[in-house]
């Protein structure tokens, strides 16, 4: 009971400090958020305040001078928002890349060119204008108006600042009133005392305090989630991030089912190659060979005896190349014990002494297992040719739902898959599982590549070994 409660305690101090360092750093995005949002609020509108004030001064003395102050401020304002709406919305899409990794599209339509007709009239793609400055603008108006980016970008400008206020403002008064509340309680100067009254309502004035700035601080990451989340629907309304990511997963998935289908033909024909050229052409001669041995039986028993022991010596060789070209589609070791005593024993034929260390709960998919052993089976061969290394580690380990293996040697360093195909091979065989490879490899050594496979294991039972070989 106490082993258990102890790690309960500690649990739970864990997921506090999370939580803590979480609604830290939502504080520290909202106030980035504010000062990202001031001054596509404040600028426009200082600007049309001023304008609307200089241009009231000047006409005080007509009628209707405030009328034209106002359409004067709107104006100045609309141009000044104009040119700060396009910078406003890369800062927020800049904040959504670095703190959610959301990818939002700024794609504008193209501009139509001014054309100069037959009349001396300047076309916009729109509308006719006489004047060149007058249909420049009014292109671009029209334009902007019409940019499905540039309206939402428009749109952003608008909802921003009062989206900001929505969020920011409840954890501001959470915050402030509880600093104001913890630290500016009185102190009572007379019936003072730990069960006085006055002391009790204090210490309620300080926990209440304390307890509005915990929960402003743990509000925090959730007003910026909102806050991201309403600008991924503004910015992007047509959802051109999501077909974007799709895009760009049918463009991977048709590359690997590519790769897959060449490394399966390829693997065909090296079967169909060593059959014909190995077991298929001896098998061909024994039976050539038991031909000639019927017609020796009855006149030279001794040439006949000879020819048999050479027949047996083709059968013996025939099944050694066959039980070699199973190996090399499926081992069956591999089949019948696991990925960890498959490269276990691979360690054992390696030309360099290796180190396995495995910890997997139970077995991988067939699939991956032959895909990560015959991985495994290229990187040792390339370790043993290229690196000068004396010695190997292979690590395979689960956890999170990947599978990851890392292969260490203590070599020259400088791998590179671009000088080589095997490297390149075994990133083609891990794309067809959504796998990856990472290489870290500096002149000089070590080498560390790193390979990793979503994958399911098929029960929970843990399996955690060692072997040096």
């Known amino acids: 009971m106490t082993t258990v409660s102890r790690t309960s305690g500690t649990s739970v101090r864990a997921q506090a400090r999370a939580a803590f360092a979480a609604g830290g750093e939502g504080l520290t995005r909202l106030v980035v958020v504010v000062l990202t949002a001031v001054p596509g609020f404040v600028l426009p509108v200082a600007a049309a305040v001023l304008s609307g004030a200089v241009a009231a001064q000047i006409l005080q003395s007509y009628s209707p001078g405030i009328l034209v102050s106002l359409l004067v401020a709107a104006f100045v304002g609309s141009v000044v928002a104009a040119f700060l709406v396009r910078s406003v919305a890369a800062r927020t899409r800049g904040q959504l890349e670095r703190w959610f990794g959301i990818r939002l599209p ?45 309206r939402a970008e428009l749109l952003w400008m608008l909802v921003n600042p009062l989206l900001v206020a929505a969020l920011v403002g409840p954890v501001a008064v959470l915050f402030g009133l509880g600093v104001a509340s913890t630290l500016g309680s009185p102190v009572p100067a007379d019936d003072f005392g730990p069960l006085s009254g006055r002391m009790a309502s204090v210490l309620l004035s300080v926990v209440f305090g304390a307890a509005m700035v915990v929960v402003g601080i ?44 060449g490394s ?23 039976g050539m060979t038991l031909g000639t041995i019927e017609h020796l039986m009855e006149t030279d028993q001794e040439a006949a005896r000879e020819l048999l022991a050479e027949a047996r010596q083709s059968s013996a060789r025939a099944l050694q190349e066959l039980r070699d070209l ?3 589609i499926h081992p069956p070791v591999l089949a019948e014990r696991g990925l960890g005593d498959a490269v276990r024993a691979l360690a054992l034929d390696s030309a360099l002494p290796t180190e396995v260390c495995v910890s997997l709960p139970d077995r991988p998919p ?92 098929s029960s929970p039972r843990t399996s955690t070994s060692f072997a040096k070989a």
Request: charged residues 25%.
């Open 218 to 261: 743990l509000v925090a990451p959730f007003a910026v989630r909102i806050y991201a989340e309403a600008a991924r629907r503004v910015l992007d309304q047509d959802g051109r991030a999501t077909r974007a990511q799709l895009t760009r997963r049918v463009v991977e998935l048709t590359e690997t089912r590519a790769d897959a289908a």
């Open 264 to 286: 399966q033909a390829a693997e065909l024909r090296r079967i169909e190659r060593d059959l014909h050229d190995g077991a298929q052409a001896r098998l061909v001669a024994i």
């Open 106 to 150: 700024s794609t504008y339509e193209p501009r139509p060119e001014l054309e100069l007709d037959g009349r001396g009239h300047w076309w916009t793609g729109y509308t006719y204008h006489r004047s060149r400055t007058v249909a420049k603008y009014a292109q671009i108006v029209h334009w902007g108006l019409r940019d499905r980016t540039t």
């Open 326 to 328: 199973v190996r090399g």
């Open 366 to 457: 067939a699939p991956v297992e032959a895909a990560v052993y015959f991985s495994i089976c290229e990187l040792l061969a390339n370790a043993a040719k290229h690196s000068e290394a004396d010695q190997v580690w292979v690590d395979i380990l689960y956890r999170a739902g990947f599978l990851r293996i890392t292969v260490t040697d203590d070599g020259v360093g400088v791998a590179d898959p671009s000088r080589g195909t095997g490297l390149r091979g075994v990133e083609k065989r891990l794309g067809t599982f959504d796998g990856v490879l990472s290489i870290d490899s500096t002149s000089g050594g070590p080498t560390t590549i790193t390979l990793e496979l979503p994958c399911e294991l």
